[in-house]
């Protein structure tokens, strides 16, 4: 019985609450958050509205806004060294070259250069000729000292480690016996020779169009090692230049930047959609 009264002093105290919050046919606000609306709401009193307010105050965690992950590793991209072809139609020697290059927060950027050098030369002086069509390959890393790396200019520094197996074919005048007179031919074919050399290497970079880049790199050579052979030491070494302990280069690259083509690829893409 005690419990049926406490029942019934609620129920009246609720009733009079509602009365006294609710008059006059005011409408009773209810807030709550669109995960919690369900499909009806009773009103306390039939005279009385209901006015639901909506609060967004609930966030789904798979909605969030999640940040952008900042990756170490950039892109790829492809060059083609044009001065080198130049000088391989145009001169006594130059080289067919590529190169494929990564990047790393747009400041590291391994590389790896493969060409063929190629050189057909007769020394004016002593009718000598020679001869080669051979691979040769660096490995190496530059640093880009640009600030600003979303410019996508960039400013180069770096070393590059260079070699090249290669053959060469050198032919000239019979030498005389100085005593007898009698003549012996010089002729070597297909001599097999490989060298080693360091570069230290200083070049500029700019974007031109979209994916394409335009560059040219300054290089000072040092050989620090070369096969010796029957001949003496061969005219030309590919990838490396006219032989000598120390000798100057230079590039002027081509550059289609892979990341940049297939980023601006898809953004096409999704516009179409």
Avoid at 27 to 33: A, E, L, M, Q, Y
Avoid at 109 to 128: K, L, Q
Avoid at 134 to 142: A, E, H, K, N, T
Wanted: proline share 5%; hydrophobic share 35%.
């Amino acid at each position: 019985m005690k419990i049926k009264k406490i029942l019934k002093s609620t129920f009246v105290l609720c009733l009079i609450n509602l009365s006294v919050h609710g008059y006059a046919g005011s409408p009773i606000h209810i807030s709550v958050t669109d995960s919690l609306v369900s499909d009806t709401i009773e009103a306390p009193d039939t005279n009385t509205p209901v006015i639901v307010e909506h609060k967004d105050s609930v966030v789904n965690k798979n909605e969030a806004i999640k940040p952008k992950k900042n990756y170490a590793f950039r892109g790829m991209s492809l060059s083609f060294d044009a001065a080198g072809g130049l000088m391989a139609l145009a001169t006594a020697f130059g080289q067919w070259e590529g190169a494929f290059r990564l990047n790393f927060l747009d400041t590291y950027f391994p590389v790896v250069e493969a060409g063929c050098g190629i050189s057909n030369h007769t020394n004016e002086t002593t009718d000598i000729h020679f001869k080669t069509n051979s691979p040769y390959f660096r490995i190496g890393c530059d640093y880009n000292f640009v600030k600003n790396k979303a410019s996508g200019n960039k400013i180069l520094g770096g070393l590059r480690f260079g070699y090249s197996p290669f053959k060469y074919d050198v032919d000239g005048p019979p030498i005389i016996d100085p005593v007898w007179g009698t003549e012996s031919p010089f002729e070597f074919k297909g001599v097999k020779s490989h060298a080693e050399w360091i570069e230290i290497v200083f070049g500029l970079e700019t974007r031109i169009v979209k994916f394409f880049n335009l560059g040219w790199s300054f290089r000072y050579k040092f050989l620090f090692h070369e096969k010796k052979n029957a001949p003496g030491k061969a005219w030309y070494i590919p990838g490396y230049g006219k032989n000598g302990d120390n000798v100057m280069g230079g590039t002027f690259n081509l550059v289609f930047d892979i990341s940049t083509y297939r980023k601006v690829k898809n953004e096409k893409r999704n516009a179409v959609k």
